[in-house]
């Protein structure tokens, strides 16, 4: 299992390590140079080693950085060529997959150069989005879908089962139950089957532990935001097992006094009984449940698989 920084660091070191500025390398990604810094800072964190001499108007690379800046300036080119060659190919070479933008952002792309490593002759065209694909009348090809696998006219195979459990920056310093609920506890509104929604008033419930008479927090629309809220230190959210794996694992986010998850709903791979692409479909598949085989072996999530459904 490849163990690397999040993308969003990667992404604003080579911006601004290719810039030698903060500055123009938040006009590029359309952030502020804080957040540029900030994330240059959790990277700094992960490997142990400045990456930069701050200077007045510019910044200089440290020896760490000149030897990290080709290879992710050649990664990033290579998923660019990649993308722009997706919009050449003929429609039939095309597999298009809608998911949620979470599942994309936290699975999916870390994994892309596996993925066109392990099934080269796969084209994927993702679509980020939040409400159902109808796979019988719009052009995806397949769906990754959060809920309960009945989807009419489609065969639907479970990835995994969801949980959600607390998690925390460790530069936050909550090391028990006690001091996380003094913290702030950032909130995400759930959109549909709310009775299965990772509030953390049913968390509450579900573990009979008492939540603040006035619980603070920000409320976020798209839970993507949540994720980098935590990440940034900014409270404690609940968070994906599997989603947030790489992060536990690499130290970036910790489960604050071992707090128990929250069960949620499952991700199912839908399409069309009615597909023309089945091999496609079957090679995602089967690369799929192997990524989550070995999240699985490594004990973190709560990764189960094998139910087929119509």
């Known amino acids: 299992m490849r163990k690397i ?24 990604l359309f952030v502020s140079p ?51 060659q997706l919009q050449y190919l003929p429609d039939e070479a095309v597999l298009n997959l809608s998911s949620t933008p979470s599942f994309i952002a936290q699975f999916l792309i870390p994994r892309l150069a596996k993925l066109q490593q392990d099934l080269p002759g796969l084209a994927l065209r993702f679509e980020a989005s939040d409400a159902l694909a109808d796979l019988s009348s719009s052009n995806m090809d397949v769906a990754i879908r959060y ?108 489960r604050p006094g071992n707090a128990p998850a929250v069960p949620g709903r499952s991700f199912y791979f839908v399409f069309s009984e009615r597909t023309g692409k089945a091999a496609q479909l079957q090679a995602l598949h089967t690369w799929l449940d192997n990524e989550l085989a070995a999240i699985r072996a490594g004990g973190l999530g709560e990764v189960t698989g094998g139910e087929s459904r119509k």
Not at 5 to 28: C, N, Q, V, W
Request: aromatic share 6%; glycine share 6%.
């Open 147 to 254: 809920g309960t696998g009945r989807y009419p006219g489609c065969v639907s195979h479970l990835l995994y089962s969801e949980s959600f459990s607390p998690m925390c920056s460790p530069r936050l310093g909550i090391h028990s139950l006690e001091q996380m609920l003094q913290a702030p506890l950032l909130h995400v509104e759930w959109r549909r089957d709310k009775a299965m929604a990772p509030t953390w008033q049913r968390w509450s419930a579900v573990h009979g532990v008492p939540l603040p008479i006035a619980p603070t927090g920000v409320i976020f629309t798209d839970d993507s935001h949540l994720i980098q809220a935590v990440l940034a230190g900014q409270g404690v959210g609940l968070l994906s097992n599997t989603l947030l794996h790489r992060e536990l694992e690499a130290g970036l986010l910790l």
């Open 5 to 28: 920084p999040p993308l969003t660091s990667l992404r604003a070191f080579e911006a601004a390590a290719r810039h030698a500025s903060l500055k123009k390398a938040a006009e590029e």
């Open 34 to 84: 804080t957040a540029i810094s900030h994330q240059i800072q959790r990277l700094e964190d992960y490997i142990g080693k400045p990456l930069f001499v701050r200077e007045t108007r510019r910044v200089r690379l440290t020896p760490t950085a000149h030897a990290l800046l080709p290879v992710l300036s050649q990664s990033f080119d290579a998923i660019e060529t990649v993308f722009e």
